[in-house]
């Protein structure tokens, strides 16, 4: 089975707290890209990062980092220091030969100030 | 300048319509996608075009039928809609077909009544 679990669905946190979003897949495939996109409120879907299955280095782009760890299958990601305008839907994807980009179902991350 | 753009934003119409969607996109890229997200934030592939060549075509009903008259565009045709077609329907784009990044149009808001 191909899939993407993102167990969950909703979080809330306080301005200025680190919040990590788990995100677990399942593919046989040796060749695979990991994605986030984040969904504001405005609807649209803005690329975050891709990761492919054979580059383990954790990465780093501001507040936003990556862990990916292929023994627990896991691309988790993690906002520091988060901000209301951090609020949104995002969305954890996996990329198979297929071509299809199989989509997580998403965890909605709530900010208040 | 937006790389990849679709029309109508918003698309309110009655059962048993026709409607099309556009989509276009300005990146020179050389595959197009159709993306449907459902009420629960479900984001599912339909249809991939590479080069005006349809690669994927999930089960879809036949009503949708997907046209590429070039590789910049690509658009979707409902016929005789359905109160379950209402969702969000995101058009995309990659510079290839494998393993590829897609970049997102903002979405139109298909609402069935």
């Known amino acids: 089975a191909q899939k993407v679990t993102q167990a969950q669905t909703e979080i809330s946190v306080v301005e200025k707290e680190d919040v990590t979003l788990d995100c677990v897949y399942e593919?046989?495939?040796?060749?695979?890209?990991l994605f986030w996109y984040k969904q504001p409120p405005s609807g649209e879907l803005v690329f975050l990062i891709r990761?492919?299955?054979?580059?383990?280095q954790n990465e780093i782009s501001g507040r936003y980092s990556w862990n990916f760890q292929k023994s627990t299958s896991s691309f988790n990601f993690t906002i520091t220091a988060s901000q209301v305008v951090d609020s949104a839907v995002y969305f954890c994807a996996l990329l198979l030969n297929t071509d299809k980009l199989i989509f997580g179902t998403g965890t909605r991350l709530q900010v208040f100030p | 300048d937006t790389a990849v753009s679709q029309t109508p934003k918003y698309l309110v119409t009655q059962m048993g319509n026709d409607k099309s969607i556009k989509c276009e996109q300005n990146l020179g890229h050389d595959t197009m996608y159709w993306y449907k997200q459902d009420s629960k934030k479900f984001l599912k592939i339909m249809f991939s075009y590479n080069n005006k060549e349809l690669i994927i075509n999930e089960t879809v009903p036949n009503r949708f039928s997907p046209k590429s008259p070039d590789k910049a565009h690509l658009n979707l045709h409902i016929n005789s809609l359905e109160l379950g077609d209402s969702a969000v329907y995101f058009c995309?784009?990659?510079?290839?077909?494998?393993?590829?990044?897609?970049?997102f149009g903002s979405g139109t808001q298909l609402s069935v009544l």
């Open positions: 593919t046989r495939d040796t060749t695979y890209y």
């Open positions: 995309a784009s990659s510079r290839t077909v494998k393993y590829e990044k897609l970049f």
């Open positions: 990761r492919n299955s054979f580059d383990e």
